[in-house]
């Protein structure tokens, strides 16, 4: 709990009161009872950390959007220096409108569409990463319209190792999804004359989220330069390694922010004598533990089950909001932004969606609370907002950045009225 717990007693996120922020939203939203915050001085100095740690490898440092694509955050980390790594379309457009230079944005996922290829072909990236052999097709054919320069490909490899974090971000083994076997890859790699206008000269390993260990990390960079030196023998050098993101942060853990610098001197170790462009795709490390989750305590419940007495603290924030605790077991660390006076005790905290997965934590221990208070809840920078929904009929909420002391609404909550946006009665002319 020592993440939020500092935060509470510091009182203060980008320079502004806690306090006084969702007061000061509802200047703006009336009913505003939850809400995100960043605080984008603590974004520079984490983006300066990373940036420093790894200066010897001098690798390109894509920021992964699917951490958190509000437009404050990618163009802060723009402005600092680092790329922008898409994993769809509507990132592509995110990295373009943040000013991301083509040369400054990456494309990487799997499932390509020929739009997203339409988009690089027309458009442009410095490279994109491709998962399966099919997708070589699909951006040759749309690279030969356009009679662009080559494209500069990356192929996603899938080496076997296993990350001992949830299941759902483990994405290096061999039963997850992600990539293609490095025997594929050397046969492509090998091939590539028949993609004429691709530069299939990447290697690209991604082997997990969320991850705090350094060992499983290091053995994917290894088995990457393995596999770039078996390919130079067969005929093929390689002149891109990217190694993704992974990085974990969790500040419920001791040792929960990774060991970033000892990790990038042991980059730094096995690049010694290697021309190549190096590449990293951190998303998490960066800005999970500057975003906090604001909410109001809506209720407290107290049961008196047969096997003992629970408290029930009901917030204005679900599920729907931050998915996490829910979909990965994810633990965030959970305090009062005001801690009253008296004994803590037992509490579980839950949201007011209608599912027990509803819940952020199971018998933490918490002070008195009472209705009306504001709960904190930390580490919600990374894969927070951006997974939030719709369900139960509740609107997204406001994401507001905090720097300098400056409080800045940076994409309002939604209202009941943006729910029925989408709502048609279209009549869908069936063809043939
Ligand atoms: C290909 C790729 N790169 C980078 C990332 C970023 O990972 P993280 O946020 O854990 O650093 C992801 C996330 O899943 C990913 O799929």
Redesign the pocket.
């Known amino acids: 709990m020592s993440g939020v717990r500092h935060v509470a007693e510091v009182g203060e996120w980008g320079g502004v009161p806690l306090a006084q922020v969702l007061p000061a939203l509802r200047a703006l939203e009336p009913s505003a009872r939850a809400c995100w915050l960043y605080d984008l001085d603590a974004l520079t100095a984490r983006a300066g950390r990373l940036v420093r740690a790894f200066a010897p490898l001098r690798p390109a440092i894509a920021y992964?959007l699917?951490?958190n694509g509000l437009p404050a955050i990618a163009q802060r980390l723009r402005s600092l220096g680092l790329h922008a790594?898409a994993?769809s379309l509507g990132e592509l457009e995110l990295a373009s409108a943040a000013d991301f230079a083509r040369e400054a944005r990456t494309l990487?996922?799997n499932g390509r569409t020929p739009e997203e290829a339409a988009w690089v072909a027309q458009r442009g990236v410095d490279c994109v990463?491709v998962d399966a052999a099919g997708e070589l097709d699909l951006l040759e054919a749309a690279l030969s319209r356009t009679g662009a320069a080559p494209l500069c490909v990356a192929l996603?490899i899938n080496p076997g190792i296993a990350t001992a974090n949830h299941a759902h971000?483990a994405?290096g083994h061999a039963a997850a999804k992600?990539g293609l076997s490095p025997a594929e890859a050397l046969e492509l790699w090998a091939a590539r004359a028949r993609w004429p206008h691709l530069a299939l000269e990447g290697v690209?390993v991604?082997v997990?989220?969320?991850?705090l260990e350094r060992a499983p990390l290091v053995a994917a960079a290894r088995d990457a330069l393995a596999l770039a030196d078996a390919s130079a023998a067969r005929g093929a050098p390689l002149s891109l390694v990217n190694l993704?993101?992974?990085?974990?942060h969790d500040s419920t853990r001791d040792g929960g922010d990774f060991a970033l610098e000892a990790h990038a001197e042991e980059l730094a170790a096995l690049a010694v004598g290697r021309a190549v462009r190096w590449r990293l795709?951190?998303?998490?490390?960066?800005v999970a533990p500057v975003g906090v989750l604001l909410a109001e305590v809506l209720r407290i419940k107290i049961r008196r089950d047969a096997d003992r007495e629970r408290r029930f603290v009901v917030l204005a924030a679900g599920m729907n909001d931050l998915l996490r605790p829910a979909l990965y077991g994810a633990r965030h660390p959970i305090a009062p932004l005001a801690p009253r006076a008296g004994q803590p005790s037992r509490a579980t905290v839950v949201g007011p969606v209608c599912e027990s997965g509803d819940t952020f934590a199971t018998d933490v221990h918490l002070p008195p609370l009472e209705v009306g208070d504001v709960v904190v809840i930390g580490d919600a920078g990374?894969?927070g907002a951006v997974m939030s929904s719709n369900y139960n009929g509740r609107g997204r909420l406001a994401e507001l950045t905090a720097e300098s002391g400056q409080l800045r609404r940076a994409r309002r909550g939604e209202t009941v009225e943006d729910l029925r946006g989408r709502d048609r009665d279209d009549v869908v002319p069936c063809l043939g």
């Open positions: 992964a699917k951490a790594d994993g990487s996922g990463s996603r971000v994405t992600f690209h991604h997990g989220s969320q991850v993704g993101g992974g990085f974990g795709e951190p998303g998490r490390w960066l990374a894969y």
